[in-house]
């Protein structure tokens, strides 16, 4: 959604604050803004001209034009009258006309935004003939695709010599992109007023809608031959409004450009005729679509002298040939606005060819309703319209407008349409919502000390009324507000508006209670892993049945959602490690050779069962896979990972031969380069490399490995840690290797304890690794080598502290 600055200040006090910081509130309490679109130089070089000499240059479509533009042009040659020679090929040129003229040197505007905005010059043409500048077209000015000739401005407004900016007022602006997905739930908000009564209200500024708004008064009488009944399911059509109107023939029609047109395309649509284009302005202007039916062309349709609007869901298999041409086939979730039950449009979405205004209209129904925002989402999506109008009317327009917009227009149109009756389905106004909410609630809810009459102006700057009784603030909640229902609400209408920003962040006081110790493991888990250099993923519970036949697994032992959000989602997967390879090889493209992911999440196996209520029970797990493009084997990589991983919580572990589970939720490992990890007698786990079938199925090298833990058997077997692993010290680590001699029947882990004990008796830091291990032949020994790196927290350690800690290492046996 586009938003014109300009217009949106024009109703605002933003003295003393800049555009930028503007922005920056809106950004922060109303709604997110993608870019600021700036146009303020947009029209430079752009002036109002006479043509004052205009003469057709025979065989050629082109006139020699003299025109006078005041004298405020530089660097042209003019004639001894002053005027400057324009050659112009729009066939509307004439003698007398006031028209736009891009001074040489000035942008194209249509051109402005362009990566090479084309910039105007002298130009020679037909080899004789200097042109300086030219005089634009609307669609070059980009105020609409108009290209039949060029614009003609109104005598009385464009003296030769006045900018654009001048003469319409507002041009130098910027437009600002609204992300309106945020606004979902606020319809009010598409449109300027609503728009700049929420901006009010952050700026702390009272606003207040004008009569005509709040209370819709009809001034013109109903003409008694002027039939229409309305028919409504209210379901689906809360509120339908109409007038008929005649077309005045006599009147004018607008042969200038108008400023209504810079408005247009400002907001990003285009002018296209007086009574579309009126409907547009109302619906940017206040949020709410209108459409015009060909009265005539209604009651044929509908085959009697009485019409009759009948709102309905249309009927599967129903057609409708569109505005654009287009013909659909209509379903029973879309809604139509019929003629004695004939299809004349879509509601909400687009007009019907039967009843398209024309040159030769002579009555029009304007339509001001609301319709179900749940069914044309629908029909959004099942005939892909995504106009402005159906934007705004899946946001669930408020009823209470549709009687007050159409008299707008009824307004801004009183020159060329002339109101003869008005129709409405809603006779009497609905009451009001009231909200009742304590003070020391709202305060107690955002952690302020707001006074009672710091929330009564926050409220009532943005149109709430509010009455106060004791420590009660009662709301009376605006007809345009349809998302406010609760006290909550209105807690959070204060708090945004006032600026959550504000609001100094104090941790509450709360009743101790025991950890959490799922995330207090999760977290342990989490800080580890991605200390030794592992990322964590967040990947769907629900897969494709496809992804568990790649890693073997079979579907049916998966449960199957019913209402899945999307046909890849249908079922809940069994383990977390083949969401992973799925994403493994997305990362493999993007470039990334050697990595590890691992994700904490559920998974529900069939074998767990369902618990009472028949919900599938849930089973929390860490799923980890290394990958590495230039290696063929990861295992001992993946093995390292977990070793370090269940040492720093505390499990005591055990690796055993591979155990395939019956029903095949682990048939991606290799059998044969796998193993399982156990507790004593509680499995927790498998680790091993995966299936070069498997590999193949994701595309991955082969040598992939991974390794899946059941978390609350972790926690269960977890004992805690000292943590040493993670000291540091600011002192230099000292690097040494050492080769140890020892029997044949010597275990390396008793050499690894006996080394890691001294260093750990010395309370210094360490990293302690297996370099290798080799028997000479026909020895009776074995030689095995370690290298050590070790340093002292509290200082920088002496050659005698090294030589002494040394020694002893070579001492173990």
Wanted: aromatic letters at 8%; glycine letters at 6%.
């Amino acid at each position: 959604m586009l938003i014109s600055l300009n217009w949106l200040k024009s109703g605002l006090q933003t003295d003393g604050i800049s555009d930028e910081e503007l922005v920056k509130l809106i950004g922060a309490r109303l709604v997110e803004i993608e870019q600021v679109i700036d146009e303020t130089h947009k029209y430079d070089g752009i002036y109002a001209v006479q043509v004052k000499y205009c003469e057709k240059i025979p065989d050629t479509h082109l006139s020699l034009c003299k025109i006078d533009d005041g004298g405020v042009a530089k660097d042209v040659v003019r004639d001894e009258d002053g005027y400057i020679q324009v050659m112009c090929g729009a066939p509307n040129v004439h003698e007398g006309m006031y028209a736009a003229w891009i001074a040489p040197g000035a942008i194209v505007p249509a051109t402005f935004h362009d990566d090479e905005p084309f910039k105007i010059g002298m130009r020679k043409m037909l080899k004789k003939y200097d042109s300086y500048g030219m005089m634009a077209g609307a669609d070059e000015l980009a105020f609409g695709d108009d290209h039949s000739g060029i614009v003609e401005l109104d005598p009385s407004l464009a003296m030769p010599g006045k900018t654009l900016y001048e003469i319409f007022g507002n041009l130098d602006d910027k437009i600002l992109d609204i992300e309106n997905k945020s606004l979902t739930h606020r319809p009010d908000t598409f449109g300027i007023l609503g728009f700049r009564r929420e901006v009010a209200g952050i700026l702390g500024q009272k606003h207040v809608s004008e009569d005509w708004y709040l209370k819709p008064e009809q001034i013109f009488k109903n003409d008694p031959d002027v039939k229409l009944s309305i028919k409504l399911d209210e379901s689906l059509c809360p509120r339908y409004t109409a007038i008929i109107f005649n077309v005045n023939k006599d009147a004018d029609a607008p042969k200038y450009l108008k400023y209504d047109d810079t408005i247009l395309t400002r907001s990003g649509m285009r002018p296209i005729d007086p009574i579309v284009d009126a409907t547009n302005l109302v619906m940017l202007g206040f949020g709410q679509p209108l459409h015009a039916f060909d009265y005539d062309k209604f009651i044929k349709v509908g085959g009697t002298n009485s019409p009759r609007i009948i709102v309905r869901a249309a009927k599967t298999g129903e057609k409708l040939e569109l505005l654009d041409g287009s013909t659909v086939t209509l379903n029973s979730d879309d809604i139509v606005i019929t003629s004695n039950d004939v299809p004349v449009a879509l509601a909400g979405a687009m007009g019907g060819a039967n009843t398209a205004i024309d040159e030769n209209t002579k009555r029009v129904i304007l339509e001001s309703a609301t319709f179900s925002l749940y069914n044309l989402r629908k029909t959004q999506m099942a005939h892909g319209i995504f106009s402005e109008a159906i934007t705004r009317f899946t946001k669930g327009q408020p009823a209470g407008q549709t009687k007050s917009v159409a008299l707008r227009f009824a307004d801004i149109t009183s020159k060329f349409l002339e109101p003869v009756a008005l129709f409405d389905s809603q006779e009497n106004k609905p009451e009001d919502e009231l909200i009742s909410v304590r003070l020391s609630h709202i305060n107690g809810l955002l952690g302020t000390d707001f006074t009672m009459e710091e929330v009564q102006d926050i409220l009532e700057n943005v149109e709430f009324k509010v009455e106060t009784n004791g420590d009660v603030l009662i709301a009376r909640v605006p007809f345009w507000r349809t998302d406010i229902h609760i006290p909550e609400d209105i807690i959070e209408e204060v708090g945004r508006l006032s600026g959550y920003d504000n609001i100094e962040p104090v941790l509450p006081l709360h009743a101790t209670s025991d950890p959490n110790v799922v995330f207090t493991m999760k977290t342990q888990i989490r800080n580890h892993l991605a200390a030794c250099g592992a990322n964590e993923v967040l990947t769907y519970s629900f897969v494709h049945g496809d992804l568990m036949k790649k890693v073997g697994q079979k579907p049916e032992n998966s449960f199957k959602i019913i209402n899945s959000i999307s046909p890849e989602l249908q079922h809940i997967r069994q383990t977390i490690v083949p969401s992973l390879l799925d994403k493994t090889y997305g990362n493999i493209r993007a470039g990334y050779d050697k990595f590890a992911l691992f994700e904490m999440n559920q998974a529900y196996p069939r074998a767990n069962g369902m618990d009472e209520d028949g919900v599938p029970n849930n089973s929390y797990n860490l799923g980890f896979v290394f990958a590495d493009k230039n290696s063929k084997s990861n295992y001992y990589t993946a093995k390292k990972y977990l070793e370090n991983l269940l040492k720093n919580l505390g499990v005591k572990y055990e690796i055993k031969p591979f155990v395939a589970e019956e029903d095949a939720t682990n048939a991606y490992y290799e059998s044969k380069r796998s193993a399982s990890i156990y507790c004593g007698d509680v499995k927790l786990g498998d680790l091993g490399e995966i299936k070069n079938k498997v590999l193949r199925e994701f595309k991955l090298n082969s040598g992939t490995a991974a390794f899946e833990l059941d978390l609350m058997k972790l926690i269960s077997h977890a004992e805690g840690t000292t943590h040493k692993d993670f000291r540091v010290s600011q002192y230099p680590f000292v690097s040494r290797d050492v080769t140890l001699s020892v029997s044949l029947d010597t275990e390396y882990a008793s050499l690894e304890q006996q080394i890691r004990a001294i260093l750990e008796k010395a309370d210094y830091i360490y990293k302690l690794e297996c370099t290798s291990i080799y028997r000479p032949e026909g020895a009776d020994t074995k030689n095995i080598s370690f290298h050590l790196d070790f340093a002292d927290p509290s200082k920088t350690l002496e050659k005698g502290e090294i030589n002494a800690i040394m020694t002893k290492v070579e001492q173990v046996k």
